[in-house]
Every structure is written in structure tokens, then in C-alpha cells.
């Protein structure tokens, strides 16, 4: 069945909106990237009003910044050590923004959003 963004049937109180329209296509949620490690592998999705959107589904490395040398690194993932998203991600090596990795210099946190932004950015923890 398909998600639906539209507003919640049910009020705050709980009484019931009465219900005006069905659902609209463009009310339609998209399905979750949920980026794995791997060989770096896209997917580019059309949006509304024609535009793309780049959606990653697999990556290797991360660019991770250095607070103290001041420059980025490519360093290549070994694991997901955390997610606040949701704690089964951890098991499933599951990437969001702010879940943090282990990468081969150290821990890296994840500060982009690679299912939106089709790139993986980081800084060192």
C-alpha cells in the first residue's frame, strides 16, 4: 500500500476531519533509499516539477573532514557503529545523516544526507 504525506484523518482531540478529496499522486511518499555499504551505486529519481534527485544506494567511502590538519580525506567504510535514526540500521549497515562509521583513520560522522543528496560527507569524531 502506498504512503501517504497527506494530513492525519484523526484530530488532535481524536474526533475525525470529514473527508474531503482521496489520495493525490503528488501526496505520494518516495520509497527509502537506505544506503548500504558497498560499490558506490545511484539512482537518480524525478522529482516534482521535473527536477532530479540523486539517490544513493550503495557506497564505499566517505569524505571525511579533519578539524585538526583542516583538509578532507577519502577513507574507505568498514561498518556502521551507530544511527539514531533507528537501532536495527546498526545491524543492517544502514547509512543516514548522523549515524557514525568506522572507517579505516577512525570514527567518521555522517553530516550529509546520502539518500537526498547522492554524496557522503563526514567529519572526524
Known sequence: MAKSQARSRRKVSGGRYKKDKKKKS???????????IGEKKIKRVRILGGGRKNKLLNVGFVNAYDKKTKKYEKVKIKSVLENPANRHFIRMNIITKGCVVDTEKGKVKILS????????NGIFV
Open 113 to 120: 544526507r546520502p539518500g537526498q543528496e547522492g554524496n557522503l
Open 26 to 36: 503528488y501526496e505520494l511518499a518516495g520509497e527509502p533509499s537506505l544506503t548500504r
